[in-house]
């Protein structure tokens, strides 16, 4: 299902501040060399969890689901001076694909990359996080969330991607192992006390999650 009509896709990305130059390498090796380049996050979604990151001048984030790197730079500009961001990926062949991007940026001190089951990982991880963005495996967003909220500062955020699942949690009928986690998820956070949320319909739907 086609989301985002193609004409105001490109409008907003032409009245949208460019890539850098490595983001721009990042996209066009995923989208020319990668099996999955569906599954950047891209420019404008991109420029959007920057400017994210910047309001809130993050000291700690956590991104689960790497990929080729592309979300963790741009999450990376908002962080503070002594800021880090841990970002896991399952797949070890694209940990050390955007650890090669990372280490060609300004933060490759900054970004600590991990390689495992973020389900396994993230309790070993001592930090209380200011922002958490999820992408990663979809029947787990609950597991995540769960799983870092009670690590999450006062008004600290969370970002889940893909909360439309191509538009297939917008069916009546929803099928397929992942849109069930996804639209499983989307009701949990929905009927959630403690938080305030708000859905951005940008890209593949984004969840913005702020804890009271």
């Known amino acids: 299902m086609e989301l985002i009509h193609p004409k105001v896709q490109n409008y907003a990305e032409a009245y949208t501040s460019e ?8 996209a066009d090796y995923t989208y020319n060399q990668h099996a999955y380049p569906q599954m950047l996050s891209g420019h404008l979604q991109g420029k959007v969890l920057e400017m994210i990151s910047c309001m809130i001048n993050p000291r700690r984030i956590l991104e689960i689901g790497t990929f080729t790197g592309y979300s963790a730079l741009c999450l990376a500009k908002g962080l503070t001076d002594d800021g880090q961001l841990h970002t896991i990926d399952i797949r070890e062949e694209d940990v050390k694909l955007a650890r090669s991007f990372f280490d060609r940026s300004l933060y490759s001190n900054k970004i600590i990359s991990h390689t ?7 309790p070993a991880l001592n930090e209380t996080w200011d922002l958490v963005f999820i992408d990663a495996d979809k029947p787990a ?3 995540y969330f769960n799983l870092v909220f009670s690590r999450l500062r006062k008004n ?3 970002l889940a991607d893909n909360i439309f699942f ?5 069916e009546e009928n929803v099928k397929g192992k992942s849109a069930k986690g996804i639209k499983a998820f989307n009701d949990f956070i929905k ?3 403690g938080i305030e949320k708000v859905v951005l319909t940008i890209r593949d ?3 913005l999650i702020r804890k009271l």
């Open 166 to 170: 191509h538009g297939e949690v917008l």
């Open 205 to 207: 739907g984004l969840y």
């Open 116 to 122: 495992g089951n973020a389900a396994e990982l993230i």
């Open 141 to 143: 967003y609950i597991e």
């Open 191 to 193: 009927e959630r006390d």
């Open 19 to 26: 890539e850098d130059a490595l983001l721009k390498e990042v």
């Open 156 to 158: 600290g955020f969370i």
